[in-house]
């Protein structure tokens, strides 16, 4: 309120804000708003390479270009959303059609689903995904960048995953960049990951909240 000088906050501050850090107040005008997905079931017809060998850097392969940063669901300043019974399948063109690298048979053959990651948010607010099974993807190894995560958030808030599985995917998810706080895993299955079932890096966030999270 310009006029009075006051500034009201719709969600408590998570976290000590200090002056040295030189905090600023700045309006964003969030894109889209009461936007949802329910009752769907997604596959991705897979790419006709192999993804490379776990070799521990980033290869030059064409299929690493054309599938990173690829994502089923992107959420990109979405305040008040959901996603509820959402889940994977194989198309018919992946039958019988797995992949081979020095991973694809750490939890046996399986059929592509989807190509990299699942659902990544950016920027977005008072968000539900709940009731979701999401697996089999193609990139399952080497790769940086925004490869393989099934669950990303990235400077997003009050996000509730709650009643899910993830498997057999690189990374189960990953909460990014500095800025992602108040956010719940809630009831959450992750299983069969190729790499790591969580993941808080990129300026660590403070305050999300991981309640019942099984690991396999």
């Known amino acids: 309120d310009s006029a009075t000088s006051e500034l009201t906050i719709d969600v408590p501050i998570r976290r000590r804000i200090k002056s040295i850090e030189n905090p600023i107040v700045a309006k964003t005008d969030f894109g889209i708003s009461e936007i949802g997905i329910e009752g769907l079931s997604i596959g991705m017809i897979r790419h006709p390479a192999d993804w490379p060998d776990d070799s521990g ?20 300043n979405v305040i008040n959303g959901w996603i509820y019974n959402v889940k994977s399948y194989r198309p018919n063109e992946n039958a019988n059609r797995p992949q081979s690298n020095d991973l694809s048979d750490k939890y046996g053959k399986y059929d592509i689903e989807i190509l990299n990651g699942m659902i990544r948010m950016k920027r977005s607010q008072f968000i539900t995904v709940k009731n979701f099974h999401f697996k089999n993807s193609q990139s399952n190894t080497v790769g940086c960048c925004g490869i393989g995560y099934a669950l990303q958030l990235e400077n997003t808030n009050e996000v509730l995953y709650e009643n899910g599985i993830i498997q057999k995917m690189k990374k189960g998810f ?15 299955i992750i299983k069969e990951i190729f790499r790591t079932p969580s993941d808080f890096h990129s300026h660590a966030s403070s305050a999300n909240l991981i309640d019942n999270l099984f690991f396999d």
């Open 174 to 188: 990953a909460v990014n960049l500095g800025g992602s706080s108040g956010n719940v895993f809630k009831d959450v």
């Open 57 to 76: 850097s980033l290869p030059s392969d064409p299929i690493v270009a054309d599938i990173n940063e690829n994502n089923v669901i992107g959420y990109f």
